[in-house]
């Protein structure tokens, strides 16, 4: 992209970024996969996404249009198991930012230490901004394998076993893996290192001698994707409340009166354990770019 393109194109990206955002959120909002408060909090974060980069934007978009789909899927079964179950799975604006938040905060400073140009995976050029953005592929690769793990694994035939022992355990028990959802979870991760590559070989151009290096970021992505639904599991299975209600037959997560517990503490609860999966994920995926490339 020649100077006089890119500096039309910088004068037209917030306009951009702003319309899109609006798009996507307000057809989120009808369509239930947010509420009111979720798709405010979605269009801001969308937004800057789009506004930094086409490819943050690309993953973002990715992790959301993929999971909402997903969530979607058996409906009927998730209402028999899940407790808080919305239908069409309406997120708020804490789970919002419980899935995007630190990664907001990582476009935002690579925005502000590249001054608005965009730059390839390459340490060599700058090692700050190589992590910075694998941390953001390892955050977006961690939301998503975990949300494909947790809404196709509830669907499969399997009975779940607890992480920590390897003890069979009911559908809907945080800490609960199956074959079917960890290979999701690597499906999950993958696709997010995908849309990454896509735009990324779309949008900037990084050398000939790096091309292929960067598809290396889809294997990546696919381990950090299990990495994170690995993390989230055993948070869930060790610091998060799971047990049955013998009135309302389904597992829930606060202790009670009427309920047996099945495995974790009351320490946190699911909005804070996808928050600390995805943050270690983020880690590990940015000290593991920063080697790689």
């Known amino acids: 992209m020649d100077s006089d393109r890119s500096s039309q194109w910088i004068q037209f990206q917030p306009l951009v970024a702003i319309s899109v955002a609006f798009l996507i959120a307000f057809r989120a909002h009808r369509k239930n996969s947010l509420n009111t408060s979720g798709a405010l909090a979605g269009f801001f ?10 490819r943050f934007a690309a993953m973002l978009l990715a992790f959301f249009f993929t999971s909402s789909t ?22 708020n604006w804490i789970q919002v930012l419980s899935n995007s938040g630190i990664a907001s905060v990582l476009v935002v400073a690579i925005w502000v230490l590249t001054e608005g140009n965009d730059k390839c995976l390459n340490s060599k050029d700058s090692a700050l901004i190589t992590s910075l953005i694998g941390g953001i592929i390892g955050h977006y690769s961690c939301c998503n394998g975990d949300t494909w793990s947790s809404e196709l694994g509830v669907l499969s035939d399997e009975r779940p076993r607890l992480i ?7 559908k809907g028990t945080n800490g609960g893996v199956t ?21 990324e070989f779309s949008t900037i151009t990084c050398g000939s001698d790096r091309v292929l290096k960067q598809l290396l970021v889809i294997p990546i992505s696919t381990m950090a994707g299990l990495f994170g639904s690995i993390i989230d599991s055993i948070l869930g299975a060790t610091l998060q409340f799971s047990g049955f ?20 503490l009351s320490i946190l609860d ?5 928050f600390v999966s995805v943050l270690l994920t983020t880690i590990s995926t940015s000290i593991a770019c920063l080697y790689i490339f």
Do not use: W
Not at 185 to 199: P, Q, T
Not at 249 to 263: A, E, F, L, Y
Not at 270 to 274: F, R, Y
């Open 70 to 91: 997903l969530t979607k899927k058996g409906q009927d079964m998730k209402r028999l198991i899940d407790p808080e179950f919305k239908q069409g799975g309406q997120r």
């Open 179 to 199: 074959k079917t959802g960890l290979l999701a979870a690597a499906a999950g991760g993958s696709v997010i290192g995908l849309s990454y590559v896509l735009l």
């Open 245 to 264: 209600c013998s009135i309302r037959q389904k597992v829930v997560g606060k202790p009670g009166p009427t309920i047996k517990k099945i495995s974790g």
């Open 164 to 170: 920590t022992t390897f003890k069979p355990v009911r």
């Open 270 to 274: 699911n909005n804070a354990v996808n």
């Open 45 to 54: 974060v969308m937004a800057l996404h789009i506004f930094v980069g086409f």
